[in-house]
Structure formats: structure tokens, C-alpha cells
């Protein structure tokens, strides 16, 4: 069944590749939109993360910055916390939060606030209906993966078909994945 599922992917890729259309479709895919070179998108987290968790968000902003390689960092954190509870605001802020989404949707979410093809300020929400951990735990989200994907939305990525990448569209349970894939390097830095 793996075989027969690889060869159905060769079959289509052989297919794309006579129509011209690049590999990459099976890659990083970007929003179009990006930080403008004059901005840092610096966020403000929830004060109910663990002081791991919190070190982890600041693991994936320090590498989405250094992959992009521009002079003013793309992504921050401040020191402060907040207690918000009503995810997003279009407030100018960005926040990370821990709001319950329910069972039907996705684990973290990044709402994205726009001025033309810029990106002024995101928002990032971890959905607490669901089990997290701070490394991988059998039926549980790792809390820093996710923000490290959450993160890569937040600096114009969209998600990634290429498995096992930060910004692969699902993010399994019982699994780290706080190292940037190749694909998330090469998404990063078409962007930037
Ligand atoms: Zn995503």
C-alpha cells in the first residue's frame, strides 16, 4: 500500500513537471504577505504558559530570525505577560493566547492584520480544549511546536505539504518539532 501510494505521487509529480509547474508545490507555500523591513512583530504571551513553554516560543523566534537573515529581526517577544481572554483584537498588539476553540478546529490559529502587502500585527492562540505538553507525550500537542509553526505564520508563511516541516499543515501528538526542515529555510528566505 506505501508502494502503490508512492508511485500514484511519482505518476502526478511526472504529470505537474510536463505542465510547468515547479516541485515546490510540494513545499512551502507563502502568503504574499511579509514584516516590512522597518517592523518587528513582537509578542506579548499569555501569562498562564509555563516558563518552558515560554522558553520554546523564544527558541522559534530566535531560529525564524536567523533563517531570514534580515538586519531587523523579524519576529520578538516581550518580557511582559497579559491575562486577555478574547482572541483576536484587532488592537495593533500582538498576543499569543490560551483560548478553548472546541474539538473541531485547529490546535493553534494566527490571525494576521495587514497595511497593503505588509503584515502590521498577528495574534497567535494556542486552542486549550486540547492536551499539551513541553516534549512529546503520548495524546499530547508539544506546546512549542506549535508555536514554532504558529510563528512561521505570523511571518507570511502558509502551510507546507512537505511532511515533517515546521509549517507541514498537521502537527501530530507525541511529537517535537522545534528544528526548521529544509522547506521551512527555503520558505523563509523567498519571503525574506
Ligand atoms: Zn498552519
Do not use: H, K, R
Given at each position: 500500500m506505501r508502494i502503490k501510494r508512492l508511485l500514484g505521487?511519482?505518476?502526478l509529480m511526472s504529470v505537474l513537471l510536463s505542465l510547468g509547474i515547479p516541485v515546490m508545490v510540494y513545499g512551502y507555500s507563502a502568503?504574499?504577505?511579509?514584516?516590512?523591513?522597518?517592523?518587528?512583530?513582537?509578542f506579548t504571551m499569555n501569562a498562564n504558559f509555563s516558563s518552558l513553554s515560554k522558553a520554546h516560543f523564544l527558541d522559534g523566534v530566535l531560529e525564524w530570525n536567523a533563517k531570514a537573515g534580515r538586519t531587523k529581526n523579524i519576529l520578538g517577544r516581550s518580557g511582559s505577560s497579559h491575562h486577555l481572554t478574547q482572541y483576536p483584537q484587532d488592537d495593533g498588539n500582538n498576543y499569543v493566547y490560551r483560548v478553548d476553540m472546541g474539538s473541531n478546529v485547529y490546535a493553534g490559529n494566527t490571525k494576521r492584520y495587514y497595511i497593503g502587502s505588509y503584515i502590521t500585527s498577528a495574534d497567535i492562540n494556542i486552542n486549550m480544549y486540547l492536551n499539551w505538553a513541553?516534549?512529546?507525550q503520548i495524546g499530547c500537542l508539544d506546546t512549542?511546536?506549535?508555536?514554532w509553526h504558529e510563528l512561521g505564520h505570523a511571518a507570511g508563511l502558509s502551510e507546507s505539504y512537505a511532511n515533517g516541516a515546521v509549517m507541514f499543515y498537521q502537527m501530530p501528538v507525541n511529537t517535537v518539532r522545534r528544528?526548521?526542515?529544509?522547506d521551512d529555510?527555503?520558505?523563509i528566505q523567498w519571503i525574506y
Open positions: 505521487l511519482l505518476m502568503s504574499g504577505y511579509s514584516i516590512a523591513s522597518n517592523t518587528t512583530i513582537e513541553n516534549s512529546a512549542g511546536s506549535v508555536f528544528t526548521l526542515a529544509q529555510i527555503n520558505g
